[in-house]
């Protein structure tokens, strides 16, 4: 079900206002000279995408922002983190049993409309529930994997200058920069199943019921498989093979957002600077910077990005 609603007819659609939503905060921020890019701008921009996507009703995209950044980091090992007596996702979940209800009553074009009414291949819909645990995961888990995207992206424009100015000349090239971003900084770090029958991985018997953790950024990082695999190249070969988005049956249903989404907004951003640096004042060198990522085994992100803007002459 969810495969059917990233078709490029919708995100089309959604494209007009992720347009004009990037190009006001990026246009304010650099109106001001710097900011912290993780909670000023990554996750508010990516959590309105999201809700726009989905049709999340304007008053409640503010309340959902403040949760998600309240909460820790998905798979925290921090042993403190929450402000909330209960985790965003079951916080967001009493919101989306009633928009679900309200579409599956009253359909109107919005992703969550054809949540709501879509079937099985026998005709049955889904339990209400069954479709909230899926709207709720998806708001979440899109939002965050893809505010880190961002940040990560950002953090290699603002220590590699050449490459900045190279992108900034050619913006033809931020798709391929995006590509080899999620390769080295993919902001999902590993993936999980469950074996259901014996197998073998490489020399290693898996027994039936084993649970399995895959680690998404060591295949990305697999000399076996990539040239100098720790070092970032623009022009690397065949960069639509890394699996930072999985692969096959299992890959990500948001992928095609989040490549639209961070193609946008980095374009806003190399559109209104001349110049992008890191804030030395708050992470010293750009050449060996004081960055915390955070405590989490299954979300590669930094925990804040302060950055300064040189804006365009124009």
């Known amino acids: 079900m969810l495969n059917r609603l990233f078709v490029p007819s919708r995100l089309k659609a959604n494209e007009e206002y ?11 921020v650099v109106r001001t000279g710097r900011c912290e890019l993780i909670k000023e701008i990554s996750v508010p921009f990516v959590t309105l995408v999201i809700a726009d996507l989905l049709g999340v009703p304007s008053e409640d995209r503010e309340v959902f ?18 402000t909330t007596d209960v985790g965003p996702l079951e916080f ?12 599956r009553a009253a359909p109107n074009g919005d992703v969550l409309s054809d949540l709501a009414t879509a079937t099985y291949p026998d005709g049955s819909l889904p339990d209400i529930i069954d479709l909230v645990k899926m709207s709720t995961f998806l708001f979440g888990a899109g939002a965050d994997t893809s505010a880190k995207l961002l940040g990560n992206a950002m953090l290699y424009l603002a220590r590699m200058p050449d490459l900045q100015q190279q992108l900034r ?14 390769r ?14 014996p197998t073998k991985i490489g020399e290693m018997e898996i027994a039936p019921g084993t649970k399995v953790m895959l680690a998404l950024a060591a295949a990305n990082r697999d000399p076996a498989r990539w040239d100098n695999p720790d070092q970032f190249e623009l022009n690397r070969p065949k960069l639509r093979e890394q699996v930072a988005f999985g692969r096959g049956g299992h890959v ?17 951003f190399l559109e209104h600077t001349s110049h992008i640096a890191l804030d ?5 060198s750009a050449s060996a910077p004081d960055l915390s990522y955070e405590p989490s085994f299954i979300i590669r992100g930094l925990e804040e990005l ?9």
Request: with cysteine.
């Open 18 to 28: 992720i347009q004009h939503l990037a190009d006001r905060i990026v246009r304010d």
């Open 65 to 82: 922002s403040n949760i998600l950044d309240q909460g820790p980091p998905p798979g925290s090992i921090a042993a403190e983190g929450a």
């Open 92 to 103: 967001m979940a009493g919101y989306f049993v009633r928009y679900l209800m309200e579409r």
């Open 169 to 182: 000349e050619d913006r033809s090239l931020i798709p391929a920069f995006i590509e080899e971003i999620l």
């Open 184 to 197: 080295l900084e993919g902001s999902s770090k590993v993936t999980f199943r469950l074996a259901r029958r």
């Open 252 to 268: 990500c249903s948001g992928a095609p957002l989040a490549r639209v989404e961070i193609r946008i907004i980095i374009e806003r």
């Open 280 to 284: 030395e004042a708050r992470h010293g």
């Open 306 to 314: 302060h950055l300064k803007f040189t804006p365009a002459a124009a």
